[in-house]
């Protein structure tokens, strides 16, 4: 038994498992969508100040 453990520990060591990465998915998504206003006007933004310079250019 403690040989099987040792050897379940040592696969996973390294790596993500597919909980781990569902679970960052899902905060990714969560924190995309509690910010989502803040998100466009920046893009916005930047973009509006990226064509403003580009036209001096």
């Not at 040792?6 to 905060?27: A, D, N, P, S, Y």
């Amino acid at each position: 038994m403690k040989t099987f453990l040792h050897q379940m520990g040592k696969k996973r060591i390294g790596g993500f498992g597919t909980v781990e990465m569902i679970l960052l998915i899902v905060v990714l998504i969560a924190v995309v969508l509690i910010f989502k206003d803040q998100i466009t006007s920046l893009v916005r933004s930047i973009f509006e100040k990226i064509t403003s310079q580009a036209l001096s250019v």
